[in-house]
């Protein structure tokens, strides 16, 4: 969209499956993405498709934005230590995926959510459209999904990430979960660590969510209940 005047935003093109790239189709759905430039933007997702949710690995799709109303999809980067991308956030000429070993359920019983633990993976995009994965961190956090704004860039290789409370595994699960904040040192780029330094309460079907930092104070979206029918 053309948002040069906000009180009228002008359509301009859409990404369109591409047969080539495995995590293009509308089978595989995608979690997130950003902007590096006006030329360039990754778009995270998986190889899984709904049959076989688990059966892929996480990808990142190199997108070419330079022509809104014909983007394409030059590449993609896969990080076989997890099976979805659900966030990311760009700090100089590192990227940091957040991911999952699990994707979500099926058959959805008790639910479709995912019940596999949090990845964190640094990217090198020195050349933005030739990232590189200079390594990943599966961590000890059993998580759902972590979708959306859950990490964002503190400056001097840190980054700090919310991390959703596990998925209930039962119908008459505990009703209150924890999700957690935790801080990312990515300086050392082959051993990255995750550190947790607060704990946070919500119901059962509740998430951590989004995040957003402003004059030095860091805010938390959290839900009371999710429900679904």
Known sequence: YDFTNPAQPVFLGS???DPNQPASSNLSPRF???ALNSQTAYV???????????????NVQIVDISTPADMKVLSALEIPQA???TGIAVQGKTALVVGNTKSWR???IPNFNSTGFLTVTLLDISDVRNPVAVSTQTTNYQTNFDIGNVVL???NGYFVISITAPANTTTSGPAVATGHLAIVNANNSQNLTVTKFADISVAS????GEIAISSGKLYVATSTDRKST
């Open 32 to 34: 997130g993405g950003v």
């Open 44 to 58: 995270l997702g998986t190889t899984s498709t709904g049959g076989d949710p688990n059966g892929g690995v996480a």
């Open 153 to 155: 860039p503190l400056g």
């Open 106 to 108: 099926n058959p959805g």
């Open 205 to 208: 079907n509740g998430e951590t």
């Open 15 to 17: 990404l369109q499956p």
């Open 83 to 85: 099976t979805i991308a």
